[in-house]
């Protein structure tokens, strides 16, 4: 409906403004919409008055020509009257009065429109919640919704209505100051003073309208602008208009109803029935007339229905005890009782710290600038008994305007900043009312304007209060607003300006992304730290460097430390306070600045060893050991040091060290780890170039268990594992392998075989280990005590399995070697095995065993013939083994 309203509106606002299509408030014959001025996006409030409103009647005229020709004129009455309304708001302009913003216009339908200053709602409206929310149920629970709210956290809540005692207060003292000037100022009669006048604007400052029936007194001198009120006329009630284009009998005085009389006094009693509405449930006022004069002039003909201070002035809720000493000079039956609207704002009911408090910072810009400052430095202590909504929306945009006064700059961002501290809304309220004027007050005019003590002193209270910047920001708007802010603040000649500037990082961090970290907030620190000549900023930039690098200054490393790196990494993580650095840029460029200093003094030295911690855990053991070290090592041997730095520069390289021998050692360990599975593979599967040996064997053992598992056969008792039979390189292959009267001399590399049993117990004594050449004759005696080398070789009908070498030399520290027979797997009389031709200087009769000198590792005597293996009574071509030059012969 509204919507195809606006569109029959062409006028000057509706071209210039964006509106909104639903109205915000209804006030009397306006409906309020919110606008926005397409050129400057200021905020107004566009009243609309539709003239079809005024056809509701005419229908009940007994259908008589002249009916509808009287409607027709009083329909136009009011329209003008409307229109004076407007115009009146024009020509009065005061703090109390609301502003009008774009003059009256009339649209193509007949109707009017005109912009104000932006409002909330009516006070009618506001007392209309107030009533809804006050009661408990029924048919007006359905109308709650339209209260709901959405806070910043997304979370959607009923909004409560903001009508304290204070607010109330701080409203009817602004209504009597709009009154006085009306009064004494303009020389005029508002009327109609009800709540459907009052507004109130988006700073909670009550403003005074309704002017449609406002004229001069009865008896005033000179010129006047609006002409008399016709009595006669205003107080006829036409049932055939609306109520709400008429005068309100229910707030009007006993002035214009009883006495024909139009005095300003008419205006104070009909502010004491707005004053009793206020705290009476429901918010009414205590005559209900109906808008028929004589049901106004019964109330009034008695005293019970009269208000009064016997019948507590007909509220139904008490009112404040300094209100009660006040209503009865207010509400007085003769005009010359009653309090003018002077004496009324100096009553008892607003004489308390806090309407005082309001007082005079409505006065604030006429003060001076002693008395503003001492004001600026109390109100902090009285704050805590502010309510919110009053901080918030009066006190704070008070002291918004007042941050153009550079005296007072530092002493209005303390107050500013406790206020976003102590109200609820300080989330929505600071990016959108403080964090303009702060961006407009430093970043802005700093090009324009030097530098002074008073904006120094105003950019360290911000600084100070960082940290509740932050919380109240989101991360786009501090990196757009915020951190230009602080780019300034450390560019500042001021040291103390430029030292609570680094020691505030901890708290910007977590809100800033690591991009706008690293080529934002780095290098501005990283110039600060480089070119500064002040030693206390040289420590404060270490710090900030540690906290840019993910560390902390508070972290104290000393204690604790088993240099195991447990401890290290859990206070890594409860240190880190937002996005740190990345390696490149800690090894690049923070390492760099640290070996650029040139003071060798103890604060910079141990904050910088407290950079270098954090730098350790941070960057790689190559670098660690490549550049840091050298850099610690020259730091620890500073001349300024004492004993206890020292060591605590020494604990870092231990625990530097350390962490370098882990990682180099789990790196080599990894690397043999890689390497270990081929290595192993060639190691346990030699092959038979290499030895000679051969693992068929053991797949044929392994089979068999594998049959005797399955079968169910019982395992050999006392059963060894079988040693594997070895095949040399020079054997034959065709023959079968059967070494049972075959013996070797078993290398000292193949101690890790398996002890060897005889293969056939009838020939133990033939299987009888033969004792070392270089055994001990004890050992020789213990082994076979009738066994000599003379009866060896004596007997020929019972060979040895081995004959021993007699060795020129005996070896020092070389323990015996015991020679076992290896069983063969087929146990046979004999192996019959080719052995090699001796040299033609060997003697033939003698059986030289086959001697691993290598393995032993023994190098064979000069001039040893090499050793050769014979069966003893070996038969070749069924004749005896021949011997020297019948050996010769035979080949002949």
């Known amino acids: 409906m509204f919507s195809a309203a606006f569109k029959s509106f062409t006028s000057n606002i509706a071209a210039n403004y964006e509106i909104a299509k639903t109205p915000t408030a209804t006030s009397g014959a306006w409906?309020?919409?919110?606008?926005k001025k397409k050129s400057t996006g200021i905020l107004v409030s566009v009243f609309v008055f539709d003239r079809k409103s005024?056809?509701?009647?005419?229908?009940?005229a007994f259908g008589a020509r002249t009916s509808a020709t009287s409607v027709r004129k009083v329909q136009d009455e009011i329209v003008e009257r409307l229109k004076k309304e407007a115009s009146s708001l024009a020509r009065l302009r005061h703090p109390s009065i609301l502003q009008l913003v774009e003059p009256v216009e009339d649209t193509r339908m007949g109707g009017l429109m005109f912009a104000t200053e932006l409002i909330t709602a009516s006070l009618a409206g506001l007392l209309a919640e107030r009533d809804q929310q006050e009661r408990p149920s029924g048919p007006a629970g359905r109308q709650r919704s339209r209260f709901v709210i959405e806070d910043v956290d997304g979370s959607r809540r009923r909004r409560e209505v903001e009508m304290d005692e204070l607010e109330i207060q701080k409203g009817l003292l602004q209504l009597s100051k709009g009154l006085e000037f009306l009064h004494e100022s303009a020389g005029l009669v508002h009327g109609n003073l009800t709540p459907e006048a009052i507004y109130v604007n988006a700073k909670s400052d009550w403003k005074l309208s309704g002017l449609s029936f406002t004229g001069p007194p009865d008896g005033a001198q000179g010129h006047q602008s609006l002409p008399p009120i016709a009595l006669s006329e205003v107080l006829y009630q036409d049932h055939r208009l609306p109520q709400s284009v008429q005068l309100n009998l229910d707030y009007s005085s006993p002035d214009f109803v009883l006495d024909n009389n139009v005095t300003t006094s008419a205006d104070i009693f009909s502010l004491g029935l707005v004053i009793i509405a206020l705290y009476n449930s429901p918010h009414t006022s205590p005559f209900q007339t109906g808008g028929n004069?004589?049901?106004?002039?019964r109330l009034f003909s008695s005293e019970s229905t009269t208000p009064s201070a016997r019948n507590e002035f007909l509220s139904s809720r008490p009112l404040p005890k300094e209100l009660k000493q006040t209503l009865p000079q207010v509400l007085a039956r003769r005009p010359a009782q009653r309090l003018t609207a002077r004496e009324f704002q100096q009553s008892a009911y607003f004489d308390n710290i806090l309407v005082n408090t309001i007082r005079f910072l409505d006065a604030l810009p006429a003060k001076t600038s002693s008395e503003k400052a001492q004001f600026m430095r109390g109100l902090g202590r009285v704050m805590p008994q502010f309510p919110t909504s009053v901080l918030g929306k009066k006190v704070l945009i008070a002291l918004l305007e007042e941050t153009k006064d550079r005296e007072l700059l530092s002493l209005v961002l303390q107050n500013i900043f406790q206020i976003i501290k102590t109200i609820p809304s300080g989330r929505r309220v600071f990016p959108e009312k403080v964090m303009p004027v702060l961006k407009e007050v430093f970043v802005t005019k700093s090009s324009t304007q030097d530098r002074d003590t008073n904006r120094e002193a105003g950019l360290m209270v911000t600084i100070e209060n960082m940290d509740l910047i932050v919380e109240n920001c989101?991360?786009?708007e501090f990196k757009d607003d915020v951190l230009p802010i602080i780019n300034l603040a450390m560019e500042s000649t001021t040291h103390s300006l430029v030292d609570a500037t680094l020691k505030c990082l901890p708290s910007i961090l977590p809100v800033l992304d690591f991009s706008t970290i690293k080529n934002d907030l780095f290098p501005c620190v990283a110039s600060v730290f480089s070119k500064t000549s002040s030693l206390g900023i040289k420590v404060s930039g270490l710090e900030a460097l540690l906290t840019l690098c993910g560390?902390?200054?508070?972290e104290r490393s000393s204690a604790g430390d088993d240099l195991s790196g447990i401890l290290h990494e859990e206070k890594k993580a409860?240190?880190?306070?937002?996005t740190a650095l990345d390696k490149y840029t800690v090894q690049e460029k923070v390492v760099p600045l640290i070996k650029a200093i040139k003071t060798k003094e103890p604060g910079v030295m141990m904050a910088a060893l407290n950079l270098l911690r954090q730098i350790g855990k941070v960057a790689d053991t190559d670098f660690l050991a490549l550049e840091v070290l050298s850099i610690v090592w020259s730091f620890s041997l500073g001349p300024l040091l004492d004993l206890q730095q020292f060591k605590s520069f020494m604990d870092l390289i231990k625990s530097l060290s350390s962490r370098i021998e882990r990682e180099q050692t789990r790196k080599l360990q990894e690397l043999s780890a890689t390497n270990r599975p081929s290595d192993a593979r060639s190691i346990n599967t030699p092959s038979k170039a290499a030895n000679g040996f051969s693992g068929s064997n053991t797949a044929s053992a392994n089979d068999d268990d594998f049959e005797r598992l399955v079968l169910g056969k019982p395992a050999p008792a006392a059963s060894k594992p079988s040693a594997q039979v070895p095949a040399f390189s020079w054997s034959s292959a065709n023959l079968p392998p059967n070494p049972a009267s075959r013996s070797i001399t078993p290398d000292t590399a193949l101690s890790s075989f398996p002890s060897l049993q005889p293969a056939n117990n009838n020939n133990r004594a033939h299987l009888e280990p033969t004792p070392s050449p270089w055994a001990t004759p004890q050992q020789r005696n213990i082994s076979n005590p009738s066994l000599t080398t003379t009866s060896v070789l004596s007997n020929p009908q019972n060979p040895p399995s081995r004959m021993p070498l007699n060795l020129p030399f005996q070896p020092t520290n070389q323990q015996p070697s015991s020679m076992y027979t290896i069983p063969p797997p087929n146990p046979s009389p004999f192996t019959p095995a080719i052995p090699k031709p001796p040299p033609p200087n060997l003697n033939p009769n003698l059986a030289t065993p086959s001697l691993n000198w290598g393995g032993a590792g023994l190098n064979p005597p000069n001039n040893a013939p090499?050793?050769?293996?014979?069966?003893?009574?070996?038969?070749?071509?069924?004749?005896e083994q021949k011997s020297g030059l019948d050996k010769y012969q035979s080949l002949l």
């Open 54 to 60: 005024l056809d509701i009647g005419t229908s009940n």
């Open 551 to 554: 560390g902390s200054p508070e």
């Open 574 to 578: 409860k240190a880190s306070t937002g």
């Open 866 to 879: 090499p050793p050769s293996v014979q069966a003893p009574g070996q038969i070749r071509n069924g004749n």
């Open 31 to 35: 409906t309020i919409f919110d606008g």
């Open 293 to 297: 004069q004589s049901t106004y002039k």
């Open 474 to 476: 989101s991360g786009k």
